[in-house]
């Protein structure tokens, strides 16, 4: 079975500041990872994902993950924040098995002060 | 066209009601998916159809029926629901791949905001 466990349920940053969202999954098979984001009252947009290719992956708006199998994480970051990235942000895995369901991570709320 | 679309938007029910939620995707995916979302947690995954036959029901309370007419459409037939069941519906979809152990990249829809009283 896979799961995700996303350290910190809220960050805040100034803007211009470096963005950091935590990660970290379990997984018995290589799994497959995604950073979604939610806007408020609306639906999930893809960031990004790792599908086994390069281990840096860089996703819209400004956004990078690092895919670190000896720490078993995928953290999201961005060098500069804006006003515009606050959001929920949501980690995923998916791995192949158990009907391949996409298994989410409780969420982190970024903040974003001006 | 990368889009999923959902109608309604918001939807207000009594608990005596009988209404559905509507989904559509035209990017030929072979997969499509139920969540359902309560304020400040994860989307829950409800449903899961593959190549339109149900594959997955996470236990979802009868008064929840997915139905799925083509490989482009999707419903969820809400009767007789409680209060508790006011949430954000999800939908998505996701392609051939994700069936056959792929990445499993969804795409959602906007959501419908559903309020029972």
Not at chain 1, 57 to 62: D, E, L, Q, R, Y
Not at chain 1, 90 to 107: E, H, I, Q, R, Y
Request: some cysteine; aromatic content about 10%; charged content about 15%.
């Amino acid at each position: 079975a896979q799961s995700v466990t996303q350290l910190g349920s809220h960050v805040s940053v100034s803007e211009g500041a470096l963005v950091l969202l935590r990660c970290n999954y379990s997984s018995s098979v290589p799994p497959y990872l995604f950073w979604y984001v939610q806007y408020p009252n609306q639906g999930l947009q893809l960031l990004l994902k790792y599908t086994s290719a390069a281990t840096l992956v860089k996703g819209i708006n400004g956004f990078e993950a690092e895919f670190k199998k000896s720490e078993t994480s995928f953290h999201l970051t961005k060098p500069s924040a804006h006003m515009s990235d606050a959001a929920e942000y949501f980690c995923a895995v998916s791995a192949g098995s158990s009907g391949n369901k996409l298994v989410f991570g409780a969420g982190t709320i970024l903040r974003v002060k001006s | 066209d990368t889009e999923v679309t959902q109608t309604p938007k918001h939807l207000v029910m009594g608990m005596t009601n009988k209404k559905s939620l509507k989904c559509e995707q035209h990017m030929g995916h072979r997969a499509m998916y139920w969540y359902k979302q309560k304020a400040k947690k994860p989307p829950e995954l409800m449903f899961v159809y593959s190549y339109e036959k149900l594959s997955i029901n996470e236990s979802v309370p009868s008064r929840f029926s997915p139905e799925c007419p083509n490989s482009s459409l999707l419903n969820l037939h809400l009767h007789a629901l409680q209060p508790e069941d006011s949430a954000l519906y999800l939908c998505a979809s996701s392609q051939e791949a994700a069936l056959a152990g792929g990445p499993n990249e969804q795409f959602f829809g906007p959501g419908t905001r559903l309020t029972v009283l």
